[in-house]
C-alpha cells in the first residue's frame, strides 16, 4: 500500500474502520483511524465520512480511549 498517495491510504485506512465497526470490532477501527490520521492528518480532518466513523466509535463504551483525541480535535467530543 506504500505505493499509494497518501489521500488513498487515508481513505482506505477509513473504509477500514468503517468495515472493522459493522463488524463489532472498535479496537481494529481506531487503529485504522489514528494510522490514516498519521498517515494523512488534513485528509482524515476534513472528510465527512471520517467525522461519522469518529463519532460513531468515540461513542461505543467498548473502543480504547486512544481515539479521543482525534475525536476531540474534530470538535466530536
Do not use: C, F
Not at 463489532?24 to 465520512?49: Q, W
Amino acid at each position: 500500500m506504500g505505493w499509494l498517495p497518501v489521500e488513498h491510504r487515508a481513505a482506505h485506512l477509513v473504509d477500514a474502520a468503517r468495515g472493522y465497526l459493522l463488524t463489532g470490532d472498535p479496537v481494529g477501527a481506531a487503529r485504522a483511524l489514528i494510522r490514516a490520521d498519521r498517515v494523512a492528518p488534513a485528509e482524515v480532518r476534513h472528510r465527512p465520512a471520517v467525522r461519522k466513523v469518529v463519532d460513531q466509535l468515540a461513542r461505543d463504551p467498548r473502543a480504547p480511549t486512544t481515539i479521543t483525541p482525534l475525536a476531540v480535535s474534530l470538535g466530536l467530543l
